[in-house]
């Protein structure tokens, strides 16, 4: 089977202690210590007023690492294809749509519903770059971020059949309130980023390539020197791609083993740029 290699071209990241990707370089280069702050989330600055009032964490989690990525590949998100992954979308928008339904008033404003459904964030992209290019949001659990790579990854190659334009990966999660947090102990939001190139560019970072015959691995995930970085990757899934991101820093040649099934993780390997 051949094996499908694409260019990693943009980064985005934002989490609890980490403002953008160039923060996280520094702590998982070990330069900087990750820090277990509060997620500071923006208003997303691309929206037309009226959206911009109504949206949640999602929206700005997803539009923050976004665009982060797109403008560090010198690229117009308008043409992008995306990918949107995320193990169980706005946790605060259900937990009011919750609250809402088991009071006396069960009727749910229309804001709310449109934003508790799961390609919310997908649409919101395309009403801030104008995009009309095919979106896809997925979701499978705790292995949502590998789930995402591994399509991203095929839609790469699968459009540089026809032409060779990039595709961009949003991953994202975000905390709920009590008492959905007792159930899904998700503690802070996060998001990642990235912009995959099926081919090479001056903007390019590092190449993964996925062997469709062992690209399921019995193996432990590849785990973070830093503690904090660590414990953000264990306990929220969409922080499942830093090490990916740790390769990047390091640009050294290897596997890279991210969590993703019960009894197999994604193994990729990377090729420094």
């Known amino acids: 089977m051949t094996a499908l290699s694409v260019f990693i071209n943009g980064v985005g990241l934002l989490g609890p202690g980490i403002a953008d990707w160039a923060q996280g370089q520094e702590q998982l280069a070990g330069r900087a210590p990750g820090q277990w702050l509060k997620t500071v989330l923006a208003a997303p600055a691309h929206l037309p007023p009226a959206e911009r009032r109504r949206a949640g964490a999602v929206i700005r989690v997803s539009q923050a690492v976004g665009f982060e990525a797109v403008a560090a590949a010198g690229i117009a998100p308008q043409g992008l294809v995306s990918v949107f992954t995320s193990s169980g979308g706005d946790g605060v928008n259900c937990h009011e749509i919750c609250s809402q339904l088991a009071s ?13 459904v799961h390609n919310a964030a997908s649409g919101y992209w395309g009403i801030a770059t104008g995009a009309m290019a095919a979106s896809t949001a997925l979701c499978a659990f705790d292995g949502s971020f590998a789930a995402g790579l591994v399509e991203a990854i095929t839609q790469t190659v699968t459009q540089a059949v026809v032409q060779a334009e990039p595709v961009l990966l949003v991953a994202f999660d975000t905390d709920y309130p009590e008492p959905l947090r007792t159930c899904r102990p998700v503690p802070d939001t996060f998001g990642l980023a990235l912009v995959l190139s099926p081919v090479r560019t ?32 264990q306990r929220i899934p969409a922080a499942r791609g830093l090490p990916l991101l740790a390769a990047l820093v390091r ?23």
């Open 104 to 116: 006396d008033d069960r009727l749910i404003s229309p804001t709310r519903f449109h934003n508790s």
């Open 202 to 233: 001056a903007h390019s970072l590092g190449q993964i390539t996925l062997h469709p015959a062992s690209y399921l691995s019995p193996g432990p995930a590849d785990v973070l020197v830093d503690a904090v970085l660590e414990a953000q990757r």
């Open 251 to 273: 640009q050294q040649a290897g596997m890279v083993r991210l969590d993703y099934l019960d009894d197999a993780r994604l193994e990729l390997e990377f090729t420094p740029c």
